[in-house]
């Protein structure tokens, strides 16, 4: 073999060696990535949970009936983001970019104007990890009982105070839901559930 082609098969050696060694690596790191998945169905455990609370007045202190505080029944809805990859997830945030509405007999209508944060249950947090085969709740909406009577409530970090002008109240909702991770491919869905307008009035539809 002259001097030319042995330069030749070892520069072709050692970049097919490279070459196999990157596409290597980016094999490994997609079987591991996170595989986020947005679960809301009824049925599923933790996602429509009831609860018993108690009647409060305005200043959120147990209405007593005989020395006894007036139990009610409450019910939250949450969606659950589980993570089916082979690696934690870096993170996690999950949003509502829009809420449709339709109520009996009427039209529907769409709030789109701001993109809500949902939280953790129980924690409140709004960014958080989720490791291999994990998963995590996150709270959408509650039913309350109060003075004024029954009704319910969104759960998101903050809730614009516009979008209580819009009039929601007994009827369906439709959500566009969209989560996302540092290392992993964002997800999206759509989730509907219901308000009859008694105590534990939410459902998944």
Not at 38 to 65: A, N
């Amino acid at each position: 073999m002259s001097a030319t082609g042995y330069i030749l098969s070892v520069l072709t050696g050692g970049l097919a060696g490279s070459v196999l060694t990157l596409l290597s690596q980016s094999f490994l790191r997609w079987w591991r990535r996170p595989i986020l998945e947005i679960v809301f169905q009824s049925g599923e455990p933790g996602c429509d949970v009831k609860t018993h609370g108690f009647r409060v007045d305005e200043r959120g202190k147990p209405i007593l009936d005989g020395g006894k505080p007036i139990e009610v029944q409450q019910r939250c809805l949450r969606l659950k983001l589980k993570n089916g990859g082979k690696t934690f997830a870096e993170n996690c945030s999950v949003n509502i970019t829009e809420i449709g509405f339709k109520a009996p007999g009427q039209g529907s209508k769409v709030f789109e104007e701001e993109v809500l944060e949902l939280r953790l249950a129980l924690t409140g947090s709004t960014s958080f990890n989720l490791a291999s085969g994990g998963h995590r709740f996150l709270d959408i909406a509650h039913t309350e009982d109060s003075l004024q009577g029954h009704s319910f409530g969104f759960d998101a970090a903050q809730i614009p105070v516009r979008l209580g002008r819009q009039g929601f109240g007994v009827g369906t909702f439709t959500m566009k839901v969209f989560a996302a991770a540092n290392n992993a491919a964002s997800v999206s869905r759509e989730v509907k559930w219901s308000y009859d307008g008694q105590a534990g009035g939410v459902r998944i539809v």
